[in-house]
């Protein structure tokens, strides 16, 4: 059984700092882009970072670039999303996702989930 599961979340203040990861188990997914999505209530689902197959290119919403940083450990099957200068607006279920190309830069081939982890941020 294939299954991505995701921790590190929880409730932080205003301009903390989180580290999700996100453990693959079931297969490898050394040779697929991995990303992390997230969803506010109310809100659709959105994309927050990608990263290619082996860490080579990222990807990030605008909404992430210059306090999110993604990267994985093959070796593990881990994904991780270094998370700083935390804002209320990132308060959010956070998905972790493989998709099925080695590189995604449609953001739109992703085709295993997790089951996701809270973000709190507190004002």
């Known amino acids: 059984q294939v299954q991505l599961v995701e921790s590190g979340g929880g409730l932080v203040q205003a301009g903390g700092s989180l580290r999700l990861s996100c453990a693959a188990s079931g297969r490898t997914f050394s040779d697929n882009a991995m990303g992390w999505f997230r969803q506010a209530p109310g809100k659709e689902r959105e994309f927050v970072a990608g990263?290619?197959?082996?860490?080579?290119?990222?990807d990030y919403a605008d909404s992430a670039k210059g306090r999110f940083t993604i990267s994985r450990d093959n070796a593990k099957n881990t994904v991780y999303l270094q998370m700083n200068s935390l804002k209320p607006e990132d308060t959010a279920v956070y998905y972790c996702a493989a998709s099925s190309r080695r590189a995604d830069w449609t953001r739109s081939e992703y085709n295993y989930w997790g089951q996701g982890t809270q973000v709190t941020v507190s004002s």
């Open positions: 990263i290619s197959w082996n860490g080579g290119g990222r």
